[in-house]
């Protein structure tokens, strides 16, 4: 058979670690993995078009909000595969957990309370590390997030080019992609940019099945995630900031859902 497996995390996230874990998965369940890109949004929202109930995708990388969304209806649309990864970040404290960064130029806001009139970029509409753990950090400081002009750039990397441009005066950045920046071109944090608040810290993006997939497979691509550090991908991972898998269950997503929740993020698409 072949597996169908998309990520909505690139480019944010590099395209080399979800085909290094396509080519995993593909050795170690012997089986053909097709690896597919949405580049356009972080996961699905309720009302917008999804692949896994029509059984067009097995499988799928989908930020944390998007998983909650797509399982706290009635008829789950995905599954937990129960693994996921764990980021270099020793903020992390290593668990399956990550940050949201804000950034700002040097001669820009100095706190999360300045932020009101000014220019802020995010990502996407359903990321927790670029959108929602933004409005929760807002909404915890009084802030209302209408004071602030929310500029979306379709990607992470997007809104740091943003920032380095001048065009925003701050950016929520997810913070592997924040610590892989720095790592690979150092200047950017060297008098250029700098954190003004860490949000989080938010349960990591997981793989999701959908919904109907055979059990055991379902196990076989956990087993295979959890070994995925000590393989040939493991390279891929390290260079994304992220140093393993571990297990998750369903109970690692529940204080994001009860914050969504009472921060009224239903996920709903509104016209």
């Not at 580049?39 to 990388?61: N, W, Y």
């Not at 040097?106 to 670029?130: H, I, K, W």
């Not at 992609?177 to 944090?189: F, K, M, N, Q, S």
């Amino acid at each position: 058979m072949t597996l169908r497996l998309l990520t909505y995390l690139a480019p944010s996230l590099p395209a080399t670690l979800f085909e290094a874990l396509a080519a995993h998965l593909g050795t170690e369940l012997a089986e053909d993995v097709e690896l597919r890109f949405d580049p356009t949004r972080s996961g699905p929202r309720p009302g917008e078009s999804e692949p896994f109930t029509s059984g067009e995708v097995d499988l799928a990388f989908v930020c944390a909000t998007s998983y909650v969304w797509l399982t706290s209806g009635a008829t789950r649309a995905v599954e937990l595969v129960g693994a996921a990864w764990v980021p270099t970040d020793p903020r992390a404290a290593g668990e399956a957990r990550y940050f949201g960064d804000v950034l700002t130029t040097f001669d820009g806001p100095e706190t999360l309370a300045n932020l009101a009139g000014r220019r802020v970029a995010y990502n996407d509409e359903v990321s927790l590390s670029g959108y929602h753990s933004l409005r929760l950090a807002l909404a915890a400081a009084g802030i209302a997030v209408a004071d602030v002009a929310l500029v979306r750039s379709g990607s992470h990397l997007r809104s740091l080019e943003l920032l380095l441009g001048g065009e925003v005066d701050a950016a929520a950045i997810d913070s592997n992609v924040w610590r892989r920046r720095l790592r690979t071109d150092p200047a950017v944090g060297a008098g250029r940019l700098r954190p003004i608040a860490a949000l989080g810290p938010h349960p990591v993006q997981p793989l999701v099945a959908r919904a109907g997939l055979p059990p055991e497979l379902t196990r076989a691509v956990r087993t295979a995630c959890l070994l995925a550090h000590d393989s040939a991908a493991g390279p891929a991972l390290r260079d994304a900031e992220l140093a393993r898998f571990v297990k998750v269950d369903d109970a690692h997503y529940a204080s994001l859902r009860a914050k969504l929740a009472e921060l009224g993020c239903d996920g709903a698409v509104t016209a």
